[in-house]
């Protein structure tokens, strides 16, 4: 029967799999979209309409997947302190919650507003693109939590 910790790693070794798998799909997919449409606007004289869109779309999923495994920015010289060290990055996971939650909850709201409008060359909804930040923001939530429980001041698993 494997142990708490062997549960807790292949968890975190199946989560920052999947996670690296997403995001280097979007990039791939952003960089493949690019070229296409350079090489087709330049070198055959024809645009494809929808590529700005798509990648415009993939771009902010991109961004808001990409910081959930991203190690933050701190100042050592405070946050490094022997005595101020815990309660700083409590502080500080905690204020970051809670503007991932204003965040997520801003979108959710847009989304609801913008449901019905759609973009121009995709004709897809541009929920997608509000639910890009409900979605990545659960995600970064969850993975900030998930740091300063099992790695308290560690950052991000490699």
């Known amino acids: 029967m494997p142990s708490k910790s062997d549960v807790i790693q292949r968890i975190e070794t199946a989560a920052t799999w999947i996670w690296r798998v997403a995001v280097a799909g979007l990039l791939l997919s952003i960089t493949a979209i690019t070229i296409a449409q350079v090489v087709a606007r330049y070198g055959l004289n024809n645009s494809i309409v929808w590529a700005e869109e798509l990648n415009r779309l ?16 701190r100042i050592g010289l405070i946050a490094d302190l022997p005595g101020l060290s815990r309660p700083l990055r409590v502080v500080a996971a905690l204020g970051a919650l809670g503007a991932i939650t204003l965040l997520a909850w801003g979108a959710w709201k847009l989304s609801a507003m913008f449901s019905f409008d759609r973009y121009v060359t ?37």
Do not use: C, N
Not at 125 to 131: E, G, L, P, Q, V
């Open 122 to 158: 995709l004709d897809l909804s541009k929920w997608w693109y509000f639910a890009a930040l409900t979605v990545g923001g659960a995600v970064w939530a969850v993975a900030g939590v998930w740091r300063e429980v099992f790695h308290p001041g560690g950052g991000a698993p490699q």
């Open 58 to 73: 993939l771009f902010i999923w991109l961004i808001v997947l990409g910081a959930a495994g991203a190690d933050h920015m």
